[in-house]
C-alpha cells in the first residue's frame, strides 16, 4: 500500500532532513501539519517506542489530501502517505467541520477530528499603531469610488480573472489585490484584464504585515473570494473569511459549497457561479446597493465571538493537556483520530 514512495520520493528526503533534529529533541508530542508530516511524525514515534519512550502523535490535516489539485503522481502519491499514517497518529484535527466528516469518513476514523478554524488573533483585528497606510490610499482612490479589494495567494484555481474580467460589466468599480509579487499569477490576471479593457481598474499592492493586514483591508468595500470548483474548496472556510469579517467588509464569494453557505447564513454578502464573470458583476451590484445593512451585519454578527484565535486556541489546550496526563478529554482509546 505504501506506493507513494514511488510517486513522491520527495517525501523520503524531507524526513532524511527531519529525523536527526526530531530524535535531537526528544519530543513528548509532535504536531504535524498537513500531509507531507505524518508519516515523519509517527516514524519518529515508533523510534521513540524502540527505545522506552512514549510520543503523542498530533494531525493537523489543513487539507483533503485526495482533492487536492496537480499532476497524477502528487495528488495520488501525498493521499496515499496520508492514507498510510492517518490512522497512527493519537488523535487527528482540522480546519473546519466539512473537512472534519470527509476525514473521519474518507479514513475510517473512529473518532471524529477536532476542529480549530483559521482565525486570526485578537491583536491582527486590534491593528498595527505604528501602520498608517490602508489599501483605498494605496491604490490612489477617492472615497467614493467603490473597491473590491482581495488579500492571498493568485493562483489560477483562486478565480481572480472571474473578477478582473466582471469589472466590465460594473462601469466604475476598482479591484485591489494584496498578493505576493507571483509572476505567473499576476500575469493571468493582467491577461483577463486586458482582453476584458479593465487593467486601469486593477490594482496589485503587495504583501503587507499580518498585524496590519486587517486595518489595512477596511477602506475598501467589499471584499472578494473568487475560488473555482475543486473539492478541497468546497469544505473549506479560509482564513481571508475571518480576515475580512474583522475587517467590517460584506464579501462577494463563488458558490463553493461551505464559503458560501457560511455567507449566506450569516447575511454578510453574496454568492455567485464560480467562473462567470457576468453572474460575478451581478452579485457585487446586489451587495453595492446594500452596502450599509451587509456592514451591520458583519459588524453585528453573532458568530465573531467565535472566530479567533483566543476561542479556538482551548481546543489544542485541552487536547495537549489530556494526552500529557493521558487523559483524552474526549475518549481514552487510541483510535486514529
Given at each position: 500500500?505504501?506506493?507513494?514512495?514511488?510517486?513522491?520520493p520527495?517525501?523520503?528526503?524531507f524526513?532524511?532532513?527531519?529525523?536527526?533534529?526530531?530524535?535531537?529533541?526528544?519530543p513528548?508530542?509532535?504536531?504535524?501539519?498537513?500531509?507531507?508530516?505524518?508519516?515523519?511524525?509517527?516514524?519518529?514515534?515508533?523510534?521513540?517506542?524502540?527505545?522506552?519512550?512514549?510520543?503523542?502523535?498530533?494531525?493537523?490535516?489543513?487539507?483533503?489530501?485526495?482533492?487536492?489539485?496537480?499532476?497524477?503522481?502528487?495528488?495520488?502519491g501525498?493521499?496515499n502517505?496520508?492514507?498510510a499514517?492517518?490512522?497512527?497518529?493519537?488523535?487527528?484535527?482540522?480546519?473546519?467541520e466539512?473537512?472534519?466528516?470527509?476525514?473521519?469518513?474518507?479514513h475510517?476514523?473512529?473518532?471524529?477530528?477536532?476542529?480549530?478554524?483559521?482565525?486570526?488573533?485578537?491583536?491582527?483585528?486590534?491593528?498595527?499603531?505604528?501602520?498608517?497606510?490602508?489599501?483605498?490610499?494605496?491604490?490612489g482612490?477617492?472615497?467614493?469610488?467603490?473597491?473590491?479589494?482581495?488579500?492571498?495567494?493568485?493562483?489560477?484555481?483562486?478565480?481572480?480573472?472571474?473578477?478582473?474580467?466582471?469589472?466590465?460589466?460594473l462601469?466604475g468599480?476598482?479591484?485591489?489585490?494584496i498578493?505576493?509579487?507571483?509572476?505567473?499569477?499576476?500575469?493571468?490576471?493582467?491577461?483577463?484584464?486586458?482582453?476584458?479593457?479593465?487593467?486601469?481598474?486593477?490594482?496589485?499592492?503587495?504583501?503587507?504585515?499580518?498585524?496590519?493586514?486587517?486595518?489595512?483591508?477596511?477602506?475598501?468595500?467589499?471584499?472578494?473570494h473568487?475560488?473555482?470548483?475543486l473539492?478541497?474548496?468546497?469544505?473549506?472556510?479560509?482564513?481571508?473569511?475571518f480576515?475580512?469579517?474583522?475587517?467590517?467588509?460584506?464579501?462577494?464569494?463563488?458558490?463553493?459549497?461551505?464559503?458560501?453557505?457560511?455567507v449566506?447564513?450569516?447575511?454578510?454578502?453574496?454568492?455567485?457561479?464560480?467562473?462567470?464573470?457576468?453572474?460575478?458583476?451581478?452579485?457585487?451590484?446586489?451587495?453595492?446597493?446594500?452596502?450599509?445593512?451587509?456592514?451591520?451585519?458583519?459588524?453585528?454578527?453573532?458568530?465573531?465571538?467565535e472566530?479567533?484565535?483566543?476561542?479556538q486556541?482551548?481546543v489544542?489546550?485541552?487536547?495537549?493537556?489530556?494526552?500529557?496526563?493521558?487523559?483524552?478529554?474526549?475518549?481514552?482509546?487510541?483510535?486514529?483520530?
Open positions: 500500500d505504501n506506493y507513494w514512495r514511488a510517486l513522491q520527495v517525501l523520503i528526503d524526513e532524511e532532513a527531519y529525523v536527526p533534529v526530531i530524535d535531537k529533541f526528544r513528548d508530542v509532535i504536531h504535524a501539519h498537513d500531509f507531507r508530516m505524518v508519516g515523519i511524525a509517527v516514524r519518529a514515534a515508533a523510534r521513540a517506542k524502540q527505545t522506552g519512550r512514549t510520543v503523542s502523535v498530533i494531525y493537523d490535516a489543513h487539507e483533503f489530501a485526495p482533492g487536492l489539485e496537480g499532476t497524477d503522481e502528487f495528488v495520488v501525498n493521499a502517505y496520508e492514507a499514517h492517518i490512522r497512527l497518529a493519537d488523535r487527528v484535527v482540522t480546519v473546519s466539512p473537512l472534519a466528516d470527509l476525514l473521519q469518513k474518507h475510517g476514523l473512529d473518532r471524529r477530528p477536532l476542529v480549530t478554524l483559521n482565525a486570526p488573533e485578537d491583536l491582527a483585528r486590534n491593528g498595527d499603531p505604528e501602520f498608517t497606510r490602508d489599501i483605498r490610499h494605496d491604490c482612490l477617492s472615497a467614493d469610488t467603490p473597491l473590491l479589494v482581495y488579500s492571498g495567494g493568485v493562483a489560477r484555481r483562486r478565480g481572480l480573472e472571474t473578477a478582473a474580467a466582471g469589472l466590465v460589466h462601469p468599480v476598482h479591484l485591489a489585490i498578493a505576493s509579487a507571483d509572476p505567473e499569477g499576476r500575469t493571468l490576471i493582467r491577461k483577463a484584464a486586458r482582453k476584458a479593457g479593465t487593467t486601469d481598474r486593477v490594482h496589485f499592492q503587495d504583501f503587507v504585515p499580518r498585524s496590519a493586514l486587517i486595518q489595512h483591508l477596511r477602506t475598501a468595500d467589499i471584499a472578494v473568487p475560488l473555482l470548483h473539492p478541497n474548496h468546497e469544505i473549506a472556510l479560509p482564513n481571508k473569511f480576515d475580512y469579517v474583522f475587517a467590517g467588509l460584506p464579501m462577494v464569494v463563488s458558490d463553493v459549497e461551505h464559503l458560501a453557505e457560511t449566506q447564513k450569516c447575511d454578510v454578502g453574496r454568492s455567485f457561479i464560480a467562473g462567470d464573470p457576468e453572474d460575478f458583476a451581478r452579485a457585487v451590484r446586489e451587495v453595492l446597493a446594500d452596502l450599509p445593512r451587509l456592514r451591520e451585519n458583519v459588524r453585528a454578527c453573532p458568530r465573531r465571538s472566530w479567533t484565535w483566543e476561542s486556541e482551548p489544542l489546550a485541552e487536547l495537549y493537556a489530556g494526552l500529557q496526563t493521558g487523559l483524552d478529554p474526549q475518549s481514552a482509546d487510541h483510535a486514529g483520530g
